[in-house]
Structures are given as C-alpha cells and as structure tokens.
C-alpha cells in the first residue's frame, strides 16, 4: 500500500473511531488505533472496561468493525490486540 494511500486512510479511521469511542467511555472503555495492515485490516486495543469485558468480541465485531467498514468501504475488518 502506497504511504499516502495509507496516511489518508488513518485519518479516516482515527475520524471514525472518534465518534465510537464516546459509547465505549460510557461504559468506562475505549479504543485505541494501532496499526494498518496491508491487507486493509485495522489494528485496534481496547482499554479500561471495555478489555476484560466478556462482550468485548462482540463489541468489536458487531459495533467497532461495522461502524468503520461502513464508513471506510476500503477497510476489511479489525485485529484486536492484547
């Protein structure tokens, strides 16, 4: 992937996570942006509740990575990391 491609692309994910991220602070969580692949998955962390949180997969797949696909057509899903 071509660096500005990539670098426009972060902007949009980082723009996208802000609006997800004020639901998973309700809670006492939130999500941090980790990494890009090249194969367009997105690398994320979730902190503070939301981490050890039993519906934390579900939170991720259902919420997180349909919020972003459906605003970043481009992007094919999520990798949560520990």
């Not at 997969?57 to 949560?80: D, F, M, R």
Request: hydrophobic share 35%.
């Amino acid at each position: 992937m071509k660096e500005e491609v990539r670098n426009d692309l972060q902007k949009k994910i980082d723009s996208a996570l802000a609006k997800i991220r004020p639901y998973l602070e309700a809670d006492g969580g939130g999500i941090t942006f980790e990494g890009l692949t090249d194969e367009y998955m997105v690398k994320v962390k979730l902190h503070g509740a939301c981490e050890g949180c039993p519906f934390s997969y579900q939170t991720l797949k259902a919420g997180v990575e349909q919020a972003l696909i459906k605003e970043i057509p481009e992007i094919k899903g999520i990798i949560p990391l520990d």
